[in-house]
């Protein structure tokens, strides 16, 4: 009965979005529980190598755009359809976290390397709140109906 239980929190964990906070955590490099977590992880890791070895951009955007397809297609999967006539946001959910992921790479990494009161700081962590209150606010809206995702291109290149 303990092992069922221990599955059926498992298969629950893998359904839901991850929090706002969960998903800074993960962005930030913790190992958090979720799939969606763990590859906003590598993505803000793939974020990171692009900066610091630019020769393979095309390379590691090409696994970036594989997360985001992964992302879209757990997505599809897991979260509640929306009513017809619902307002459709603008990008995907896997391109909304690649785009945090990639503010989140600058952000921390300024931390470590720059004046932390300086305006370049400053600006990276505004932008980053920005971005999690907008994630917060998707996540919500998805999980009322009152907001879709757009369609996931099953099998579509790049």
Known sequence: MLVQRARLRKVAESSVLPSPSTLLCALGG????GPVSRWARELTELHRRRREVPGLLVEIDGHRAELVDRINTWA???L???AAGVRLHEASLGEVID???AVAERAFHL????DPGGERMHAAWTRLAELEIAYADLVREVGD???RLPPIRWGADG
């Open 30 to 33: 913790q190992h958090v529980h």
């Open 76 to 78: 599809a999967v897991h």
């Open 80 to 82: 509640p359809s929306a």
């Open 99 to 101: 785009r945090m992921a």
């Open 111 to 114: 931390l470590m390397h720059d």
């Open 145 to 147: 109906g009152r907001r």
